[in-house]
């Protein structure tokens, strides 16, 4: 994958990416306005972060206070290494019980384990029941948000996509008509599903219990009707103790949308009697990451989404440009951890402006850790080779005054004499829509040496 | 004052009127300057394109040449960012430390050490302020938007000690401009997009000039107002303040 390369196609369509810009910063000032009823809200990130930080010191212990606790509570737990494994268990337990259809709520952690192909492939149909995320199903589609799966799409397009599938009004793209329609078909879907799937938002150590948020409360529709219930989630989901969902519940909400709290806050303790719920702990390269110093609070992540609303670059190349399921400023630092190669430009998909650090409701240092990962792609290999022999030469030549001040004067000297047509070039990508600076006579160091005679 | 004016290298070769200003406006506020003729770049184009290593001959030569003086002054928020938060590459030495510590962006003196609240200068223009981003929330020269603090902005308030200058505000105070070093060209569409944007912002509340910082976000922007003929002026905030028209 490359970001440049899928963030200047994006931008062909002018009028599209900023419409793209627009629908972001709205939800961005939302969560302005929100955050700012709280007068302590500077105090309550710091105290988000440092509970995060605590956890990931403490993984292990709590891990496994969770697990003995949710067991307690009948909850059967089950641990994944990786994908593949987190994939085959909630396999089995489908099988175990002749699951045709399962219905699943919003879960990242399923898109990064690609559950859904992989059952679908063993005969299983498997239903996206979050609003955005089954309009992205139905396209055929990965999203393009975490927060708000279809962002990317007008309600024209989702006119024409329900028209198609799910059978509405040709050119009917009134939003009430379509989440009606909407509605209604995944209301069937509920009903004649045999499993449900849900993510996590927050797994309380202490209590063994789990927290799903949603605005559609079809997480809670789809757990309550079928007999089985599979919750599947991160290492780094826990949570050590239940009263501190009172500090992360108040910043999810108003970091995601802006609202105060999720429509639904749904806590899981036990499964009802004569059905099962099972938790699946997945591991998938967490602890790889977690024993990089530099990069491991990117695992305090609760999956707000702010950092993409707030990211001018995001905002203008869209959520598929980055090629990984989370995208995004936090995308950008959690992709290299996982394929080095693959994602090489993500880190480099950024100004470093900050305002994904400055947004972020746990304090990820997000725009240090892209300074960063930037210095671990160049060791690694993996930057463009004119661009590694241009810093070689600009290395160089900083060094050593004489060379640099001999550059600077034919520099300038070429940029005065050349041709335009020689200067802006197909290779000159800054003088594609910009003008080059107008090189002055004397550099200021010459002008100092003319005017000011130093010794 | 043992003070040394630390020149960016595309502010030496590309615009050295705004260093010959930051010189002006400093030795009016009564410093004595030094200009050490053998500096050359602090090593931030290298080090955030991806390669610190090509970067430690030039950050070496920066400390060599700075850190004799009591206070280094640049007239760029990022430079002096670079020099404060990522010098600690060189280690835990005493002229690093040193380095890093009395390195300052030039409102950043002018508003910590100077404490200036008064300027002798006239400039009666409609001022768009662009907040470059290192500035704004690595040195925290101004109170983000993403933030909950009390407000504060020391580059505003320099510029409102200017007679008939107007700040404007703008419909999004603190967005990037998409400069972003080698991101100007690695990232060509979507930093062009980001230029418009910005300048489309500043054009609608009517200002005259547009100023900042950094002259590497402002190069930017100008290269991008001067392809569009837009109708404004593009200037580095020393200018301004060292008496207006340049």
Redesign the interface.
């Known amino acids: 994958m490359n970001h440049p390369v899928a963030a200047a196609k994006f931008n062909e369509d002018a009028a599209r990416t900023q419409w793209h810009d627009e629908a972001l910063w709205f939800v961005r000032q939302k969560r302005d306005r929100a955050s700012r009823t709280i007068p302590e809200w500077e105090a309550l990130r710091e105290q988000a972060s440092q509970i995060k930080a605590h956890v990931l010191a403490n993984l292990d212990t709590y891990l496994e206070e969770f697990e003995r606790n949710a067991r307690a509570n009948g909850v059967q737990v089950h641990w994944a290494q990786d994908a593949e494994e987190h994939n085959r268990i909630v396999h089995s337990i489908l099988k175990r019980h002749g699951v045709r259809k399962l219905v699943k709520s919003k879960s990242m952690l399923t898109e990064e384990c690609h559950l859904n192909p992989y059952l679908e492939a063993q005969g299983i149909e498997v239903i996206d029941t979050d609003l955005g995320e089954r309009i992205v199903q139905l396209a055929r589609q990965a999203p393009s948000h975490i927060v708000m799966p279809a962002i990317h799409f007008r309600k024209e397009e989702i006119g024409e996509l329900f028209h198609d599938r799910l059978g509405t009004e040709a050119g009917n793209a009134d939003p009430q008509y379509l989440t009606e329609a909407a509605r209604q078909h995944l209301r069937a879907q509920f009903l004649s599903a045999d499993a449900a799937l849900t993510g996590v938002n927050f797994a309380i150590a202490e209590t063994g219990g789990f927290v799903v948020c949603t605005n559609e409360g079809n997480a809670d529709l789809g757990a309550h009707l079928a007999p089985v219930h599979i919750a599947c989630m991160g290492l780094e989901k826990i949570i050590p103790r239940a009263e501190h969902l009172g500090v992360f519940l108040r910043l999810l909400a108003r970091s995601a949308t802006g609202q105060a709290i999720t429509t639904y806050s749904s806590h899981f303790h036990r499964p009802r009697p004569g059905t099962e719920m099972h938790i699946v702990l997945v591991d998938n390269v967490r602890t790889e990451h977690l024993a990089r110093e530099d990069f491991r609070a990117a695992l305090k992540c609760i999956r707000c989404g702010a950092c993409m609303n707030t990211c001018p670059v995001y905002r203008r190349s869209g959520g598929h440009s980055y090629g990984y399921v989370v995208p995004g400023p936090i995308g950008a630092i959690l992709a290299p951890a996982r394929d080095l190669k693959t994602y090489a430009t993500l880190p480099f998909a950024s100004t470093l402006c900050g305002s994904c650090s400055d947004v972020c409701p746990v304090k990820i240092d997000i725009h240090t850790q892209l300074y960063k990962w930037r210095q671990v792609v160049t060791e690694a290999g993996f930057l463009p080779r004119e661009k590694r022999l241009m810093l070689r030469l600009a290395g160089r030549l900083f060094k050593y005054p004489h060379l640099y001040q001999a550059a600077g004067r034919w520099g300038r000297r070429l940029l005065r004499k050349l041709p335009r047509r020689m200067l802006y070039t197909p290779l000159n990508a800054w003088g594609r829509a910009r003008e080059l600076p107008e090189p002055p006579r004397q550099s200021f160091r010459e002008w100092y040496i003319e005017n000011r005679k130093p010794e | 004052m043992n003070v040394a004016l630390f020149?960016p290298?595309y502010?030496?070769?590309?615009?050295?009127?705004v260093?010959?200003a930051t010189?002006h406006l400093l030795e009016k506020l009564g410093c004595t300057v030094h200009?050490p003729?053998?500096?050359?770049?602090c090593?931030q184009?290298?080090?955030?394109?991806?390669?610190?290593?090509?970067?430690?001959?030039?950050m070496h030569?920066f400390v060599d040449v700075f850190h004799r003086y009591d206070y280094i002054i640049t007239p760029s928020g990022s430079c002096a960012l670079h020099v404060k938060e990522?010098y600690d590459t060189l280690g835990e030495r005493v002229d690093v430390r040193h380095v890093r510590a009395r390195t300052y962006e030039l409102s950043q003196f002018l508003t910590d050490v100077l404490k200036v609240t008064s300027l002798p200068a006239a400039f009666p223009q409609k001022v768009g302020l662009h907040a470059s981003?290192?500035g704004?929330?690595?040195l925290r020269l101004a109170c983000?938007?993403?933030?909950?603090?009390p407000p504060y902005d020391n580059v505003r308030r320099l510029l409102e000690l200017v007679d008939g200058l107007e700040v404007v505000d703008l419909t999004?105070p603190?967005?990037?401009c998409?400069?972003?070093?080698?991101?100007?060209?690695?990232?060509?569409?979507?930093?062009?997009?980001?230029?418009i944007?910005r300048l489309q912002d500043h054009l609608e509340h009517g200002v005259d000039v547009i100023t900042g910082t950094d002259m590497s976000c402002l190069?930017?922007l100008?290269?991008?107002a001067?392809?569009s003929r837009l109708p404004v002026r593009i200037l580095h905030f020393a200018e301004i303040l060292n008496g207006g028209s340049a």
């Open positions: 020149v290298c502010i030496d070769q590309l615009y050295p009127r260093a010959v010189l200009v003729l053998n500096q050359t770049c090593g184009p290298m080090a955030n394109a991806g390669s610190e290593r090509d970067s430690l001959g030039a030569h990522h981003c290192h704004l929330r690595g983000s938007s993403e933030l909950h603090a999004r603190d967005e990037c998409g400069f972003g070093g080698t991101f100007a060209v690695s990232e060509e569409a979507v930093s062009v997009r980001m230029g944007d190069m930017h100008e290269g991008l001067r392809r």
